[in-house]
């Protein structure tokens, strides 16, 4: 029997929550398709700040790097916003992302037939998005050095450096490459390389990469038209690749096509050692302890852990269906609920979708 340890971080706010679901989940996954998952619990975010002093501590750490996999929830809370930059669980993450080096974060965008009704946007916009935001998320602008603030001048002044160098770009690009190659095999590159020249190595770069693998047919375009175009025909990109800033900014555009963040997922990964996956939302506070937070978007996370980490493809294929059924039956949680549906709670609807595993 496959034997895989992951480590489960369930974080601040609504994450206690959904990991409850999402554990109940991986456990009857196992059971049903043959293979053991020793799930480890460790403390990440807000939460290990309050009893280590710090959101990200060594032994979790330490524990995540001798995983298979790691499954994340959420960290944060309006709380911490006090703090010191350094000691607010936002910075958690970004010293795990580090720690693992993961550089390539993977954001599949795509509205589930059985939820058509609940986006915010016309039906005939979003029934045709299938795609993946490939951000790189270790370099750019959020680890530029220098950074920082200048207090000495008469007008406060505070500054960071957006830079790459050619292998960072290589490498989140060869990424793009694989993903495109099973699917559609078409790359939308995102920069703005009109007006900064990292962009215009970013752009001939993935242009150098692109060109070396003949299937690939590759676009650019500049990140404000890359925005217009996701509201205006979303349906027309496949794999959009990007730099971190704008990846961040446009995988979250992206996310409201289909209706609830409540829904997305994502993978982080890195070309050897253990990835993380964990939803696209936040630790949603204004609903924490409620349990009324949807917990498909960690669930579609621990389906993407299950297909690319642990490469447990049926028990994904499975979890996924059973995920649709739940949809289609119209049971809801309450962010995608619409008055005709049947409205359950987070563990709720987690029975339910258990049920049909
Ligand atoms: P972060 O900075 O961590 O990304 P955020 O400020 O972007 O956080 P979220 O925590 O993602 O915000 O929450 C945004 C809104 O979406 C909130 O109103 C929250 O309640 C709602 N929300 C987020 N996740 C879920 C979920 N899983 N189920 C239901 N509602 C959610
Ligand atoms: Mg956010």
């Given at each position: ?27 009857k ?51 911490y ?6 000691l ?11 720690a ?12 589930r037939?059985?939820?058509l009704?609940?986006?915010?946007l016309k ?22 050095k220098?950074?920082?603030h ?21 490498r ?15 790359i ?10 990292v ?67 994502s ?91």
């Amino acid at each position: 029997m496959k034997k895989y340890k992951i480590v489960l971080l369930s974080g601040d706010g609504i994450g206690p929550e959904i990991s409850e679901v999402s554990k109940k989940v991986l456990k009857k996954l196992s059971k049903n398709h043959n293979f053991d998952i020793e799930i480890i619990e460790k403390l990440f975010g807000g939460i290990a700040y309050e009893k280590y002093g710090t959101p990200a501590p060594d032994e979790t750490l330490d524990q995540c790097k001798k995983s298979d996999a790691v499954l994340l929830a959420c960290v944060g809370d309006i709380k911490y916003d006090s703090l010191a930059r350094e000691l607010r669980p936002e910075s958690g993450l970004l010293k795990l992302r580090s720690a693992l080096n993961l550089f390539a974060n993977i954001r599949p965008v795509k509205i589930r037939k059985s939820l058509l009704d609940a986006s915010s946007l016309k039906k005939e916009i979003v029934e045709h998005v299938d795609l993946i935001v490939v951000r790189e998320l270790i370099g750019g602008i959020y680890f530029g050095k220098p950074r920082g603030h200048i207090t000495n001048t008469k007008i406060p002044k505070a500054f960071n450096t957006m830079v790459y160098d050619s292998n960072e770009i290589e490498r989140i690009t060869e990424i793009a490459i694989k993903i495109a190659n099973q699917r559609n095999k078409k790359i939308c590159s995102v920069d703005k390389s009109n007006v900064l020249e990292v962009s215009q190595l970013w752009r001939d770069t993935v242009l150098n990469i692109t060109s070396k693998d003949k299937n690939i047919s590759l676009s650019n375009m500049y990140v404000d038209n890359a925005a217009m175009q996701l509201v205006r025909d979303p349906g027309q990109f496949d794999v959009i690749l990007t730099s971190n800033l704008f990846g961040d900014i446009l995988s979250d555009l992206a996310a409201m096509l289909t209706g609830s963040i409540g829904m997305l997922p994502s993978a982080s990964l890195n070309n050897n050692g253990p990835g993380v996956f964990e939803p696209v939302h936040g630790s949603a506070p204004d609903i924490a302890g409620k349990n009324i937070a949807n917990p498909i978007a960690m669930l579609l996370s621990a389906s993407m852990m299950l297909k690319i980490g642990l490469n447990e493809e049926e028990a994904a294929e499975n979890l996924e269906t059973a995920i649709d059924k739940v949809l289609s039956k119209g049971f809801r949680t309450a962010d995608l609920a619409d008055g005709s549906t049947e409205v359950l709670s987070c563990s709720e609807i987690g029975d339910k979708i258990i049920n049909e595993i």
